[in-house]
């Protein structure tokens, strides 16, 4: 995606392409701390638009760890996520690649009523990290993301991490609006795997 209840994000968020289209443009946002990694693989470096949020988890790194790479059930707890395909067989790796889709709500600067996006699994280390990049395309918008995932064992739980990026000409538009989106929209997918990780796990005597 929930705090916000728009689109996950994951490689996006999909309220951000429409809401950066319809704002007015203002300054970049300031440096951003150092990145998350995975494998010694980062966000992109260069974008404009990045957001960085974590949680802890109250359910085994198993369960954690599961719920976010069966990309075949996302449907099942993510509330935005309307389609999933993946494009490959076998375990999540890297090379592994999925196709899903997410509404955007209706505006009037765009005809797009939802995006598709293409991840591709570039780095995954199990029960670590996870990093994937591709695009998110929709009638009239087009955005690159990079999104890096990290799972530690902590007291109380799983510490997951997480951060993406986005560049394109629509998020660029407004790039502290964009940011904020981005931030809420990983907010909510947190608060959604929280949920459903949770809820799956045992009551602990």
């Given at each position: 995606?929930?705090?916000?209840?728009?689109?996950?994000?994951?490689?996006?968020?999909?309220?951000?392409?429409?809401?950066?289209?319809l704002a007015p443009a203002t300054a970049a946002t300031a440096r951003p701390a150092p990145s998350l990694t995975c494998q010694g693989k980062g966000v992109d470096a260069k974008a404009l638009v990045r957001a960085r949020t974590e949680t802890v988890i109250d359910a085994p790194?198993?369960?954690?760890?599961?719920?976010?790479?069966?990309?075949?059930?996302?449907?099942?707890?993510?509330?935005?996520?309307?389609?999933?395909?993946?494009?490959?067989?076998?375990?999540?790796?890297?090379?592994?690649?999925?196709?899903?889709?997410?509404?955007?709500?209706?505006?009037?600067?765009?005809?797009?009523?939802?995006?598709?996006?293409?991840?591709?699994?570039?780095?995954?280390?199990?029960?670590?990290?996870?990093?994937?990049?591709?695009?998110?395309?929709?009638?009239?918008?087009?955005?690159?993301?990079?999104?890096?995932?990290?799972?530690?064992?902590?007291?109380?739980?799983?510490?997951?991490?997480?951060?993406?990026?986005?560049?394109?000409?629509?998020?660029?538009?407004?790039?502290?609006?964009?940011?904020?989106?981005?931030?809420?929209?990983?907010?909510?997918?947190?608060?959604?795997?929280?949920?459903?990780?949770?809820?799956?796990?045992?009551?602990?005597?």
């Amino acid at each position: 995606m929930s705090r916000t209840r728009t689109a996950t994000a994951a490689l996006l968020t999909l309220p951000l392409a429409a809401a950066a289209l319809l704002a007015p443009a203002t300054a970049a946002t300031a440096r951003p701390a150092p990145s998350l990694t995975c494998q010694g693989k980062g966000v992109d470096a260069k974008a404009l638009v990045r957001a960085r949020t974590e949680t802890v988890i109250d359910a085994p790194l198993s369960t954690v760890w599961k719920l976010q790479t069966d990309v075949e059930r996302w449907p099942s707890w993510q509330t935005h996520v309307t389609s999933m395909d993946r494009l490959d067989h076998g375990p999540f790796r890297p090379g592994a690649a999925f196709r899903w889709t997410t509404p955007i709500p209706p505006n009037p600067a765009t005809p797009a009523t939802s995006l598709d996006i293409t991840s591709t699994v570039r780095q995954a280390e199990r029960g670590s990290c996870i990093r994937w990049t591709g695009p998110a395309v929709g009638e009239g918008l087009h955005i690159d993301g990079v999104h890096v995932w990290s799972f530690q064992k902590v007291r109380g739980g799983v510490l997951v991490r997480t951060e993406e990026t986005h560049t394109g000409e629509q998020v660029e538009a407004n790039v502290p609006y964009a940011t904020e989106i981005l931030k809420q929209g990983l907010e909510a997918w947190l608060d959604e795997l929280k949920a459903a990780a949770e809820a799956r796990s045992c009551p602990r005597g």
